[in-house]
């Protein structure tokens, strides 16, 4: 089992976020090419959890944006996971990442 979020990417529509419910967890946003600009999570202070969480990023990005989530009831753990994930396969985190989030990240070396 991988520790990357490897569910494919949908597009960011009313369509594909109405099914998701208001669990907690984790999701990942990609542009139209799949390339991930934005890690973030949905926990005890979202409103509605995921879907709202999702429906908030809808509104704030343009067309074309992509999605993929996770239910993780431990879901700071899997955000600091992913991030730590992101900056070992890029070298950096995402730009909007770095400004909501003041701390610091531990260092992974997935085997692959």
Do not use: W
């Amino acid at each position: 089992m991988s520790i990357r979020l490897e569910k494919p990417f949908q597009a960011l529509t009313p369509e594909n976020i109405e099914p998701i419910q208001g669990q907690l967890g984790v999701y990942q946003l990609a542009d139209a090419k799949g390339e991930v600009f934005y890690i973030g999570y949905a926990g005890g202070r979202s409103l509605f959890g995921l879907n709202g969480e999702l429906k908030r990023e809808m509104e704030e990005q343009g067309d074309g944006t992509q999605f993929r989530c996770e239910v993780n009831m431990q879901y700071i753990s899997r955000y600091e996971e992913l991030l730590m994930l992101h900056k070992f396969d890029f070298g950096e985190l995402p730009e909007r990442v770095l400004s909501e989030y003041p701390y610091k990240i531990g260092v992974l070396s997935p085997g692959n």
